[in-house]
C-alpha cells in the first residue's frame, strides 16, 4: 500500500538503523511460536524501473511459478528457480503488464492501487485494490479488468486502509478484509464473494497494533492471515496466523511464527503451499515503497509439526 510520504521516511530511516544497530535489533521468531521455521529470506532484483511496491504473490501448486502485483498497478508473472534443497536461486519475470480498468484504460495512481491477487487454476487472476476498494477478474493480464459487484461498505472504506487481501478457498470463493477496522476495539470484517455476491459472514479479532496484509488458503484447506506491526524507528515486526473456516463460521487463530522489529522488510503477501517433501511453505513479499532503503524480500517458512 501506498504509504504517506512522512511515514515512508519513517519507515526508510527505522530500516536503516535497523541495519546499523547489529544484533539487537535482529531477531528470530518469538518463542513459543516457533511452528514454522524460517527457510530463506532472498533479495529480489529487477532492473525494470516499474519493478517495486510487490504487495501481494500467490504461486500455482508447482511452488515455482508465481503471479504478483505491485501496488502501483503493474502484474508480474514468473518463476522461482531452486536448487536440490528447494532453496531459491534465480527469479525469472516476463512482464510487467500494466492493469486496465473495465472499459481498458490503464488505471491511474489512485484506481491502481493493486494489493491483493489471487490466481485461479486457469491462470486468469482477480486482484483487489484498496484506493477504490474493489476486487477485478483479469481473464487477460493486458485486457479490462471485469469488475465484481461493489457492496456499499467497500464504498466507504477508508481511503488508505481499504481491500489489502484477497484469497480463493479450494471451492473458488474468494475472501478479503480491509487493512483498518476503525480502531482498535472493531474486528476486521472478512468479505466472501461467493454465487456471484459478497457476503460478510464473520469477523476476525483486532489484537493490538497489528493489521492484516495479506492472506491465502493453503492446501490443507484452512486460512492463513498475515499481519504487520510498524515500530517506527525499528522497522515492520510481522506474523501469521492460520484459522478454521466451517461455513459461516471461523475459529482457531494459531500464531505460527512472530518476528521482532527490523527482521524482515515490510511484507504484505503471502501464498501457501505444499513442497515436494509434504511439507507446507509460507512465501510472502515485501512491499519497499519504491525507496532506496527498502527491498524486496522474498521470505519463505516451513511449517513443522
Do not use: C
Not at 547489529?22 to 514454522?36: F, K, M, N
Not at 527457510?39 to 524501473?49: A, G, T, V
Not at 476498494?133 to 477508508?158: C, E, H, I, N
Not at 484447506?221 to 506474523?239: A, T
Amino acid at each position: 500500500m501506498p504509504k504517506r510520504p512522512v511515514r515512508a521516511l519513517i519507515a526508510s530511516l527505522g530500516l536503516v538503523a535497523v541495519l546499523a544497530a547489529s544484533t539487537l535489533l535482529i531477531g528470530v521468531a518469538s518463542a513459543g511460536q516457533d511452528r514454522a521455521v524460517l527457510l530463506q529470506s532472498y533479495i529480489w532484483r529487477n532492473p525494470n524501473p516499474a519493478f517495486g511496491g510487490m504487495s501481494a504473490i500467490d504461486f500455482a501448486d508447482d511452488g515455482v511459478t508465481f503471479v504478483a502485483v505491485s501496488d502501483r498497478a503493474t502484474l508480474w508473472r514468473g518463476q522461482m528457480r531452486r536448487d536440490a534443497q528447494g532453496r531459491i536461486t534465480e527469479i525469472v519475470t516476463s512482464g510487467p503488464t500494466r492493469l486496465h480498468d473495465r472499459r481498458g484504460n490503464p488505471l491511474g495512481l489512485l484506481s491502481g492501487d493493486s494489493e491483493g491477487v489471487a490466481l485461479a487454476p486457469d491462470g486468469s487472476v482477480f486482484i483487489s485494490f484498496e484506493g477504490v476498494p474493489r476486487v477485478s477478474l483479469y481473464t487477460k493480464d493486458d485486457g479490462p479488468g471485469k469488475l465484481l459487484p461493489r457492496p456499499l461498505a467497500f464504498q466507504t472504506m477508508p481511503l488508505n486502509g481499504a481491500l489489502e487481501s484477497l484469497a480463493a478457498d479450494p471451492h473458488g470463493a474468494l475472501y478479503t478484509m480491509p487493512e483498518r477496522s476503525g480502531d482498535r476495539a472493531t474486528p476486521f470484517p472478512v468479505w466472501r464473494y461467493k454465487g456471484g455476491e459478497w457476503t460478510q459472514p464473520f469477523s476476525i479479532p483486532r489484537e493490538g497494533d497489528w493489521l492484516p496484509t495479506g492472506a491465502d488458503f493453503g492446501p490443507d484447506g484452512r486460512f492463513y492471515l498475515l499481519e504487520r506491526d510498524f515500530w517506527g524507528l525499528l522497522g515492520f515486526r510481522s506474523r501469521v496466523q492460520v484459522f478454521d473456516i466451517s461455513g459461516d463460521r471461523i475459529s482457531g487463530g494459531e500464531v505460527l511464527f512472530q518476528t521482532t522489529a527490523g527482521m524482515h522488510d515490510n511484507l504484505e503477501g503471502l501464498s501457501v503451499w505444499r513442497d515436494d517433501s509434504g511439507a507446507i511453505r509460507l512465501t510472502m513479499v515485501s512491499d519497499d515503497n519504491f525507496s532506496v532503503f527498502q527491498r524486496t524480500e522474498i521470505v519463505e517458512y516451513r511449517i513443522s509439526h
